[in-house]
């Protein structure tokens, strides 16, 4: 039995993002461990802009203490007994636009944050024992067993390397390294019954050996581009005081094409995302996944975008006009994995389960993941390798369903927005959907989209329903190792 007498553990999160910094903050009471953490770029930074969160991952913001500063950033409307509208989504891809469908929640009220108010405030409240480390680009990592003892052994492409860590936390989103380690593991750790049965370590693997089982065959791109701008609020109503997204959440519908729509910023900046499918582009538009993740290098002229949806309604084209410095980028997710952790290792964010953004769920996802792990560790005394394992399998059991679920809902609901998908598809030729869909059509899209929208419902309330289920199943995993 591997056990940690007279220390603390070792514990290393890699990725500066938003769920390696929630992890990091779950982690404030536990000054039982050694925390590093792992960032690749210079300093902090916030790729994307708009966060739509729900009242379950508020909830987290309450544990971490964090809810009354971020209500003084940002303005929050309370749950009330009227239903709340959502969205409203609009064929709009000739002119003459028209609404097809608006979506309601009751007791279930979306906040809109800026990515960047989330990331300031989550630095303030890292735990004073978090060293960070910037410039450190992960490049390899694996587990191993040896004449130094057992551990995790990280390499940085600046040439440093580091092992002895007892636990790594992979919040190395969308091309994560940290996943291809958890995948070439994962054929021999099943989960539960393992960490408390199976207590064998899978044979090591050489850097070389690891770094080229698997790469890159996790991520897949979904046949869609994006542009992403953001338009100031008095920008707007200076020429258009009633527009409609100065004032709703719209999501604007064609044919092979898509526009998301919501302000952010306590209402000061609309956020936009056009999406298209490549087909549509007239060649091959997708950034390389390898490639700079760099919104600067990104960057198209604002005509590209406006050109990219000739003939849409006016409220449309108008705003698309405004959108200062956009960028592009691929829309890619993963295939499902069949765990989130080993012995050893676990994932969260998008290292787990990067997902299209159809649903808006990958930021709270991420949160929620971060939260539950970071709570499981600090809940629970991990005094041997036994108990890492029976921890991580829990988290495993807890979010791997969860998480590869949402991931495969969001990738449908993007096809249903635009007319593509199995249960309702409209002739490929057509014009647009505004003189092509029919009733028919619309009625299975409204069934649809309420089906798909349905997971913020599902997942109101507080996240201590799970986090007591977790405990429940380390108190068994415990009985049984007796």
């Known amino acids: 039995m591997h056990s940690f007498p007279g220390r603390k553990l070792r514990v290393a999160i890699v990725g500066g993002g938003i769920g390696g910094l929630t992890c990091a903050a779950a982690l404030k009471d536990c000054d039982s461990i050694e925390l590093d953490l792992f960032e690749a770029a210079a300093k902090f930074i916030a790729i994307g802009a708009g966060i739509v969160t729900w009242p379950r991952t508020w909830s987290v913001f309450e544990a971490l203490g964090l809810n009354e500063e971020m209500l003084e950033r940002i303005k929050k409307m309370d749950p009330c007994e009227e239903v709340f509208p959502a969205w409203e989504f609009r064929l709009s891809d000739s002119k003459g636009g028209r609404k097809i469908h608006e979506l309601y929640y009751r007791d279930a009220t979306p906040t809109n944050l800026h990515r960047q108010q989330l990331l300031d405030l989550l630095l303030e409240h890292l735990p004073s024992h978090c060293q960070v480390h910037f410039g450190h680009r992960l490049v390899s990592c694996r587990e191993y067993e040896d004449r130094r003892g057992c551990g995790v052994e990280l390499h940085f492409r600046n040439g440093v390397t580091l092992d002895g860590y007892d636990l790594v936390i992979g919040a190395d989103g969308l091309k994560s390294v940290v996943r291809q380690t958890v995948i070439a593991q994962s054929r021999s750790w099943t989960g539960l019954d393992a960490s408390v049965k199976d207590l064998g370590f899978s044979p090591s693997m050489t850097n070389e050996e690891h770094c080229h089982l698997g790469r890159r065959h996790d991520i897949l791109y979904t046949g869609q581009s994006a542009f992403r701008g953001l338009v100031p609020r008095e920008k707007l109503a200076a020429l258009y005081p009633d527009h409609r997204a100065l004032r709703t959440s719209t999501i604007y519908c064609g044919k092979f094409?898509?526009?998301?729509?919501?302000?952010?910023?306590?209402?000061?900046?609309?956020?936009?995302?056009?999406?298209?499918?490549?087909?549509?582009?007239?060649?091959?538009?997708?950034?390389?996944?390898?490639?700079?993740?760099s919104p600067q290098n990104?960057?198209?002229?604002?005509?590209a975008v406006v050109n990219m949806y000739p003939g849409w309604e006016d409220e449309v084209v108008d705003l698309l006009k405004?959108?200062?410095?956009?960028?592009?980028w691929p829309i890619?997710?993963?295939n499902p994995l069949e765990t989130y952790a080993t012995s050893r290792i676990a994932l969260l964010g998008d290292a787990s389960h990067s997902m299209s953004p159809h649903l808006g769920a990958g930021a709270c996802t991420a949160i929620e993941d971060a939260y539950i792990l970071g709570s499981l560790i600090s809940?629970?005394?991990?005094n041997t390798l036994i108990d890492i394992k029976r921890v991580l399998a829990v988290y495993n059991t807890l979010r791997q369903p969860y998480g590869n679920e949402i991931m495969r809902w969001a990738r449908e609901m993007g096809e249903f927005y635009e007319f593509d998908s199995q249960d309702i598809q409209v002739d490929e030729?057509?014009?647009?959907?505004?003189?092509?869909?029919?009733?028919?059509?619309?009625?299975?899209?409204?069934k649809g989209t309420e089906k798909y929208w349905s997971w913020p419902v599902r997942a109101t309330g507080t996240i201590g329903e799970d986090l007591r289920r977790g405990q429940e199943m380390l108190d068994e995993a415990k009985l049984e190792d007796l």
């Open 379 to 382: 809940r629970s005394k991990l």
């Open 332 to 334: 890619l997710d993963l």
């Open 322 to 328: 405004m959108l200062e410095k956009p960028t592009i």
């Open 257 to 293: 094409k898509h526009i998301v729509v919501y302000p952010i910023s306590n209402g000061e900046i609309v956020n936009v995302v056009a999406f298209f499918a490549d087909s549509q582009s007239g060649s091959p538009v997708i950034l390389e996944t390898t490639g700079s993740s």
């Open 429 to 446: 030729v057509v014009d647009s959907l505004v003189n092509e869909a029919t009733e028919e059509h619309i009625s299975k899209f409204r």
């Open 298 to 303: 990104n960057q198209v002229p604002t005509d």
